[in-house]
């Protein structure tokens, strides 16, 4: 049995400029927000990040990230600043990086997955790849192959839903932890100790690791990095071991 989902802990602060806040969404913090609109999301962000309760009235919030998706959220400080880091996110001008755990190892070693995605009318929490679909596609590179997985690095040129776990999945290399697309495929590997790694891997380790784009309003060139987490870093060294 998966032990528990990591509970969500700290949202450290990565970046704070006159127009923007970077906050590092800890794995477990659900973005979702059926009831009180986005400054509900803001509201739980703010309250992880430690920042006084009455900061969230003035922060928008510019992009959402997967409740098991750990990393880097973006927030405007003014609706000036929200509407021009949208609009950076609509044209594709923002470098968006993601790291990853995957199952296997993909061949050829980097390469682009372009694929269309649509929603899985059978379930309904699911997309698949379908020519129906809205196009979609993604980079990738193989930092390390490690036995039974891969670390990746993944640069998505479009953001749809689960984009990066079902390009990944119709590969044959779903996420580690993804039990959504992936299943528990911890059982097929040998060495007891890696084994167990993989078993009890409490999330989907995945993780928003850099954001790159020019601010709007000085022309700087703005480089943002969030470490990998402790989960995803584990497994790596005893994948190497």
Request: proline content about 9%; overall charge positive; glycine content about 8%.
């Amino acid at each position: 049995m998966r032990p528990p989902a990591e509970r969500p802990t700290v949202a450290v602060i990565l970046f704070d400029s006159p127009h923007f806040l970077a906050l590092d969404k800890p794995s477990g913090l659900s973005m979702a927000t059926p009831r009180g609109g986005e400054q509900e999301a803001v509201e739980r962000l703010v309250a992880a990040a430690g920042l006084p309760p009455g900061s969230a009235r003035d922060l928008l919030l510019v992009h959402r990230l997967d409740v098991g998706t750990s990393g880097i959220v973006l927030l405007a400080k003014d609706p000036e600043a929200h509407r021009a880091a949208s609009l950076l996110f609509q044209e594709r001008k923002v470098g968006k990086t993601y790291r990853a755990l995957v199952w296997g190892h993909p061949k050829p070693a980097a390469g682009l997955i372009d694929a269309p995605l649509a929603m899985d009318r059978e379930d309904r929490r699911k997309m698949k790849v379908g020519e129906e679909g809205k196009p979609a596609s993604t980079e990738y590179r193989t930092l390390e192959r490690l036995s039974s997985v891969a670390h990746l690095e993944l640069s998505p040129r479009t953001g749809r839903t689960h984009q990066l776990r079902v390009h990944l999945a119709s590969r044959g290399h779903p996420i580690v932890g993804d039990d959504l697309y992936g299943g528990p495929r911890w059982r097929g590997v040998r060495d007891p100790a890696l084994r167990r790694a993989l078993r009890d891997v409490p999330r989907l380790l995945l993780h928003a690791h850099r954001l790159e784009f020019e601010d709007p309003f000085s022309g700087e060139e703005i480089r943002i990095e969030s470490p990998e987490p402790s989960p995803l870093a584990e497994v790596v060294a005893a994948a190497r071991a």
